[in-house]
Every structure is written in structure tokens, then in C-alpha cells.
């Protein structure tokens, strides 16, 4: 019994000895680089030091200081942690093969007392900033100034700029290429850095409705990653599109575990657990197939085949602005007309519908531009999501958008646009300011208090 606990008392000792002299000499860099910054003012808070403090010529005149071996010296220390990190984990996956016990417990000792405190510590020597006595090109006044808002190393990585690495001017005609975030990501750091936390190279988790909380709350755009999206374990082939448009797509080919229902059938309107409110009764095809092509008694419904009468043939690439699972698209596409459709997953499925239905998501939020060139669409339409609730300036900013994409002649679709009586004219007026023809106007009545507006707007050629 005693033999059997030898190795394991002596495995323990040198690993923890391994640890005191890993430790020891990340104290000894770190208190050498707080040493440099103290001396050089960083810790008083000087305005003008800190603005400085990384120039060539704030170096210089730090005599008996030789900033280029330190920085060296800092790229050695790690080069040999990345190294030794690497040799660590390169073990770990040998021992997880074995079915011996005592390899099963040493592994969780490597991973617990070593591997992980070393990887942080790590992480926080990679954190100090040190200045580059090559150039003034990595100065800090021509950083990202959002560099010291973040201490999760992915961010600081994919926020800082990236010099072409051959030192010239790039295609696009610059020196470097500037990775952005919203600014509203600096008010949610904490939701930021837990979603920026992940392994290099590993599966990402399956956090994407913490995405969607940042982006609509305008962190966005959101920071890329670097980690494999997870996808359903069951995912099957998706249905052709001959019967994928009007099909409700296979249950396994989505993750619900961020949702209330576990399948389609779930989604139903008569559900009321079924976890969202917006656009009830759009999972059910049998309510979605008559939708813009049977006669309807509002005033305010507008048939497909009526509007795409206005300019024949000239209809033929547009975008969907709703809450829906891309009925619209799929009726246009009917008549070969191809339409991206925006969605966000409040709640349900809504992009993975649509795409498994054959048709194009377009992932975004009222926050922000439209990733499209001007006088580039055919077609605008709307329906479903910018209503009464909406404020004037920003659904002023959201139409000026959607007239910088329409190109001349094409057609703004303001689909049953319902709203407060008393605040009709004020949207009418946002709708009528740009000076459109007017191909189709309706007012409706929705409620006592509410009202239906659709109307079929053309853009003027504006030709200056």
C-alpha cells in the first residue's frame, strides 16, 4: 500500500514545485514591467505622462533603460510558456486515453493545479502593454481607444488594430485594418467579456441569445470569434426546396435549448407557453400560405400580384424589415423575385426557419445600418415591427436608411403600419417627407384607438 502512494506523493511534490518556480517567474517579469511604469510616472496619473509615456522619445531619455531587451526578454519568457503550456495539454490528452485510475487523477491534478493557474498567469503577463522601440507606428495615441476599457484578452486582441504585414498600403488604402464594436459594448463589459471568454480553437458555448442581449441593447456590431459554433447533434438534410417553402422544417435541425418549446408543433398560436408574442401563427403554414395572395376585407392588405404590377419586371431584388418567418420572401420568390429577410430569435426560431425554408436571414438589429450599398434594392417592405411603439428620431434614421438602399423607381411597401389615432399624422408625415409617388395609400380601422396605414411608395430619380 505504501509503494502504491510513493509516486503519487512524489508526482505531487514536483508538480508543485514546478508551480512555485512558474510563479516566481512571472512575479519576477511583472514586478520589473510595474517597476518600469512607476518610475516612468504611469502611477501618479499624469494626463501628459500617460499620453507620452509610450513614445520613442520618452524612451530615449530613460537612460540605463533598454526597452528593446525587455521587450525581448518579455517575448522569450512567453514563447517558452506557450511552449510549455503546449507540452502540459499534449499530456493531458495522452493521459485521457488511458483507463488507468492513477492517470485519471493525475490528469485532474494537471488540469486543476497546474494548467490553469499557469494559463492565467499566462494571460496576465500577455496583458502588460509594453511600447515598440521599432516605430511610432504602435503608438498608443494611434490605438483603439476602447484598448483599456477590456481586460478579456480575445477582445483586446480583435479590438486592437492590425498593420499590414508587408508595411505598405492595403487594397482598401490603408496602413491598417481597424476591428470595431458598438459603443454600447463598453456599457455592457461584463455581458462582453463573459461572451468573449472561450478557448482558442474550441467549441464555443452555446451563447447566443447573450448575443442577441448585446446586440439589441446596442453592442453591435458584436466582436468576431475565434471557436467552432456548436450545431444540432441531430442535424438532418434539409428539405429540397420544392417542399421546403411551405414545409415546416425538421425538429433536429434546430438547438432549443435556449428556447421555451423543444419543436415546431410547439410554436403553435394556440400554445400559450410557446415563448414569444410577435408574429403568432407564422409557424403554421397553413395560416401562412394564403397570406398576400387572397382577397382580404381590410382596405389595408395589399395583394402581391397588384403591387408587382406597378412596375413589371422590375422587381427584382428587395428586403423584408419584420418579425416573421419569411412568408414574404418565400411568396416573391414564387415569382422569381429574390428578397433578404431581416430576423431576430425573440423568442423562437425565426432565422432558422427561414433558412431552412430555402430563404435568406439576415441577422440584425433596428441598431443598425443596412449592409447594403445605395440605390441598390428594388423593393422595401415592412410589416410587423416598426409600429406605434417606435420612436420618431429613430424611425426617422431607419427610413433615411432605407432610401440611401432604394434605388430610383423602386418601391417602398408600408404593410398594415398600425398606430394611435392621435399620432397619425405624425407618421404620416415621416412617410411623406421624401417625396415619393404615391401608387397605393389605405387608412384602416384596427381598434376603437388604432389604426391600419399601408401604402406603395416609389422612390424619384433625384438625378443631381
Known amino acids: 500500500m505504501g509503494r502504491s502512494c510513493l509516486p503519487r506523493w512524489r508526482l505531487g511534490r514536483l508538480m508543485t514545485g514546478l508551480q512555485v518556480v512558474l510563479g516566481l517567474l512571472v512575479i519576477t517579469v511583472s514586478l520589473s514591467c510595474l517597476y518600469r511604469f512607476h518610475s516612468a510616472g504611469y502611477l501618479l496619473h499624469n494626463e501628459d505622462i500617460c499620453r507620452n509615456i509610450y513614445t520613442i522619445k520618452q524612451v530615449k531619455n530613460n537612460e540605463g533603460f533598454d526597452l528593446k531587451s525587455l521587450r525581448d526578454r518579455v517575448d522569450e519568457v512567453l514563447q517558452k510558456m506557450d511552449n510549455l503550456y503546449d507540452k502540459f495539454e499534449k499530456t493531458v490528452k495522452e493521459l485521457e486515453k488511458s483507463k488507468d485510475g492513477s492517470k485519471k487523477e493525475m490528469k485532474k491534478f494537471l488540469e486543476d493545479e ?69 459603443h454600447a459594448c463598453v456599457l455592457m463589459k461584463m455581458d462582453l467579456e463573459k461572451y468573449m471568454d472561450y478557448d ?36 438532418q438534410k434539409p428539405y429540397p426546396i420544392n417542399e421546403s417553402l411551405w414545409k415546416l422544417p425538421d425538429d433536429r435541425n434546430v438547438r432549443w435549448g435556449n428556447y421555451q418549446c423543444r419543436n415546431f408543433a410547439c410554436l403553435s398560436s394556440k400554445n400559450p407557453k410557446r415563448g414569444y408574442t410577435q408574429c403568432t401563427g407564422c ?65 423562437a426560431p425565426f432565422s432558422e426557419m ?31 415591427l ?54 397605393k395609400w389605405a387608412i384602416s380601422p384596427k381598434s376603437k384607438d388604432e389604426v391600419y396605414l399601408s401604402a406603395l411608395l416609389e422612390k424619384p430619380p433625384r438625378a443631381i
Open 114 to 182: 497546474v494548467m490553469k493557474p499557469f494559463y492565467h498567469a499566462h494571460i496576465g503577463l500577455r496583458q502588460i502593454r509594453l511600447p515598440d522601440p521599432e516605430g511610432i507606428r504602435n503608438l498608443t495615441d494611434k490605438e483603439e481607444p476602447l484598448i483599456n476599457k477590456f481586460l478579456t484578452e480575445e477582445i483586446r486582441k480583435y479590438i486592437t488594430p492590425k498593420e499590414n504585414r508587408v508595411g505598405k498600403i492595403n487594397m482598401f488604402g490603408t496602413e491598417r485594418v481597424y476591428n470595431t464594436i458598438g
Open 283 to 347: 409557424f403554421e403554414m397553413e395560416k401562412e400560405i394564403g397570406k398576400w395572395i387572397t382577397n382580404s376585407t381590410v382596405l389595408a392588405d395589399f395583394k402581391i400580384d397588384d403591387v408587382l404590377r406597378v412596375k413589371p419586371e422590375e422587381i427584382r431584388i428587395g428586403l423584408d424589415v419584420g418579425v416573421g418567418t419569411g412568408t414574404f420572401a418565400a411568396r416573391m420568390r414564387e415569382k422569381n423575385v429574390t428578397i433578404v429577410t431581416t430576423a431576430l430569435n425573440l423568442g
Open 354 to 384: 427561414i433558412a431552412l425554408r430555402g430563404l435568406i436571414p439576415l441577422y440584425i438589429s433596428l441598431n443598425q445600418r443596412l449592409p447594403f450599398f445605395d440605390n441598390t434594392m428594388d423593393m422595401i417592405h415592412t410589416a410587423g
Open 386 to 439: 416598426m409600429d406605434g411603439w417606435i420612436d420618431l428620431l429613430l424611425m426617422d434614421f431607419m427610413l433615411y436608411d432605407w432610401d440611401r438602399v432604394l434605388r430610383p423607381g423602386g418601391l417602398l411597401w408600408i404593410d398594415r403600419f398600425f398606430c394611435n389615432k392621435k399620432d397619425l399624422d405624425d407618421y404620416m408625415y415621416m412617410f411623406l417627407q421624401f417625396r415619393y409617388k404615391k401608387h
Open 200 to 235: 482558442v480553437g474550441a467549441y464555443c458555448d452555446d451563447d447566443w441569445s447573450l448575443a442577441q442581449k448585446l446586440i439589441v441593447n446596442g453592442c453591435d456590431p458584436l466582436p468576431r470569434r475565434r471557436c467552432l459554433t456548436r450545431a444540432s447533434m441531430t442535424y
